[in-house]
Nanobody, 123 residues
Framework: VQLVESGGGLVQAGGSLRLSCAASGRTFSRYTMGWFRQAPGKEREFVAT????????DYSDSVKGRFTISRDNAKNTVYLQMNSLKPEDTAVYYCAAYNWGFGATTATSFDYWGQGTQVTVSS
């Protein structure tokens, strides 16, 4: 599966952005999807994940209550709604996928990756 992120940009602290990740192929609904982010000089970190039908989600503590992951299998797209953004949310955000279960939060567990989209939050 090929993944293409969009929706990044520059926003002031307290603002909102919605990221989208469009997937190719007809088997999108088989995949668990996730969002990760990587700030300069830091390791890639888990943000959120959603199972094949959207019935289960998980979030990192740093974004819980502010970010929401969702998916539309008819559109082969997964979303990340980001509210109450903080300067520390500034990073390149990556969409990722795997199809062997649900619950993984480490980057090495995900088999497919997008190219990333930059999110910059100004103070």
């Amino acid at each position: 599966v090929q993944l293409v992120e969009s929706g990044g940009g520059l926003v002031q602290a307290g603002g909102s952005l919605r990221l989208s990740c469009a997937a190719s192929g007809r088997t999108f609904s088989r995949y668990t999807m996730g969002w990760f982010r990587q700030a300069p000089g830091k390791e890639r970190e888990f943000v959120a994940t959603i199972n094949w039908n959207g019935g289960s989600t998980d979030y990192s503590d740093s974004v819980k209550g502010r970010f929401t992951i969702s998916r539309d299998n008819a559109k082969n797209t997964v979303y990340l709604q980001m509210n109450s953004l903080k300067p520390e949310d500034t990073a390149v955000y990556y969409c990722a996928a795997y199809n062997w279960g649900f619950g993984a939060t480490t980057a090495t567990s995900f088999d497919y990756w997008g190219q990333g989209t930059q999110v910059t939050v100004s103070s």
